[in-house]
């Protein structure tokens, strides 16, 4: 376990050697991943800034350079001409005025006048170890110089609402700039304050943004806000939402709100909350427009107050792949960014039909990479695609027709996460035939239900040598279609 001063250390402080011996450690962890980003050591947690400007796209992490634990977080810089390939650019803000001291929380990147707004978190303890926190800014411009502002925009949530007071998601609407901050109330119940401004530096408190889910978890973290197809959508991380049904089944929550924001921008009509992730490991997420008006959504695949078995190894979490949002019948789709086809190098393809039995592919094996998978149940009552097979080792996709579901199932994935919440995520399925698109990688499996109706990201922990394929029908036969396109 670390203290206080183990854990709030800045990059800086590190020891001669000390960050090179990390790494090295962490090298050899068996469940580094091939195609996702992840830190080269130490935690990440929330994505940052996504955003395109100057000509590529910015993506910035939640990172504690020192171990796989929440300490002093700054900003690690990532760039990209095509969301597929990431340059690494270091960190970008790392603490260092009293009122961030403890440190840089998520924000916003938001483009104005060539110049790219870094909207986020100071995070401070006092001497009680009170958190005190601001919304405070940086600037990055064209020569890839960040100057931050010394002080902070907003010092301080309003009267009424507690320092769980974090996360500036900054746009345009109208003539005017708004802020949206996630906040809780006195009475431990959360929501979104509104801020409004004219030059991005000053900034007015408007009011708490009205919705009709007035108490709905007890903080409100990372909010979004985009329009797609002509309707607006808010997007949060709630916590402290209950299970229900086969939703809200991890610790936290992400989600999104369909609606419309009234003219004063202080309230927003909306019906329900879908949940963006039926996997095991998804918070935090943040979307940005791509040139062509793609609006694309990355997530940290991974969960606050969770351990990771890849702890020990001295470093934990990754990013999602990036998706591709749309809306149909009022509901956000995700489907794969298209860009990813650009990683294909080998396939193969295979057809199997299963009969009451279970198949292991001699061509095929869990490698890293994508899959479509075509499930076809004749007259079977469930059948399924395992990955990551091994000695009492898998992971299942699982098409029910008895009970009418479709699962994700890590119970025998390797070493276990988070088992208080159960190993099994299911969905409501009712066809015959489902459409898996399946991005697997050392640590992970995403898994694309269909047109992107639903998405399960979780991370697994196998054994290195847990790598076959298997197929299955139990009572009865099914047609199993398999393409693998490797990464390597
Ligand atoms: C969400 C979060 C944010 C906060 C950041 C700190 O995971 O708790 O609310 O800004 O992580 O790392």
């Not at 206080?4 to 090295?24: F, H, M, P, V």
């Not at 099994?424 to 035939?433: D, E, F, G, H, N």
């Not at 399946?438 to 998405?455: H, K, P, R, T």
Request: charged fraction near 25%.
């Amino acid at each position: 376990s670390w203290s206080n001063e183990q854990r709030y250390r800045a990059i800086t402080d590190a020891k001669d050697g000390e960050l090179s011996a990390l790494e090295a450690k962490v090298t050899k962890s068996i469940w580094r991943q091939t195609y996702h980003i992840q830190p080269n050591y130490g935690l990440l947690n929330d994505p940052n800034g996504f955003c395109y400007y100057n000509g590529k796209y910015h993506l910035f992490y939640q990172w504690f350079p020192f171990g796989a634990v929440h300490g002093m977080k700054h900003w690690y810089h990532l760039t990209s001409a095509d969301l597929v390939d990431w340059q690494e650019e270091g960190v970008a803000l790392m603490p260092e005025f009293p009122h961030e001291s403890h440190g840089i929380f998520s924000g916003t990147g938001f483009v104005e006048e060539e110049q790219l707004y870094l909207f986020y978190t100071g995070n401070h303890r006092n001497e009680t170890w009170q958190r005190r926190s601001s919304q405070c800014l940086a600037i990055l411009s064209s020569d890839g110089k960040i100057e931050k502002v010394t002080e902070p925009v907003i010092s301080g949530p309003p009267k009424q609402y507690t320092h769980n007071f974090r996360d500036p998601k900054v746009f345009k609407k109208g003539n005017h700039y708004y802020m949206l901050v996630g906040a809780q109330r006195e009475a431990l119940e959360g929501c979104l304050l509104v801020y409004v401004s004219d030059d991005l530096k000053s900034w007015k408190f408007k009011q708490e943004l009205k919705t009709n889910h007035e108490s709905f978890g007890f903080m409100w973290e990372c909010p979004d806000y985009f329009s797609l197809q002509g309707q607006e959508v808010l997007l949060v991380s709630p916590q402290g939402l209950k299970a229900k049904g086969n939703d809200f089944q991890n610790i936290y929550h992400s989600g999104v709100f369909i609606g419309e924001f009234d003219e004063q921008m202080v309230s927003f009509d909306t019906h329900a909350f879908q949940e963006l992730d039926k996997g095991f490991d998804f918070y935090a997420p943040q979307t940005t427009q791509t040139p062509d008006g793609r609006q694309i959504l990355i997530g940290w695949m991974g969960l606050p107050d969770t351990d990771y078995p890849s702890d020990k190894d001295g470093w934990a979490n990754c990013l999602t792949t990036p998706r591709e949002l749309s809306i149909k019948n009022g509901r956000i789709q995700q489907q794969p960014l298209q860009e990813l086809k650009q990683k294909r190098v080998k396939t193969k393809h295979q057809q199997v039909r299963v009969a009451s039995s279970r198949e292991r592919l001699k061509t095929i094996f869990s490698e890293a990479g994508e899959y479509q998978v075509t499930i076809k149940v004749e007259d079977a009552k469930k059948a399924g695609i395992a990955f990551s097979v091994g000695e009492n080792e898998e992971t299942v996709c699982l098409l029910d027709r008895e009970s009418k579901y479709f699962s994700l199932d890590r119970t025998q994935s390797g070493i276990p996460v988070a088992t208080d919440f159960g190993t099994v995520r299911k969905m409501i399925y009712q066809q015959p035939t489902i459409q898996l698109t399946i991005f697997l990688d050392q640590s992970s499996i995403e898994v694309f239900v269909n047109d992107g109706e639903a998405v399960f990201s979780s991370r697994i922990f196998p054994k290195e040598d847990s790598r076959f394929i298997e197929l299955f029908a139990e009572n009865g036969t099914a047609q199993i279609d398999i393409t693998q396109w490797s990464y390597e």
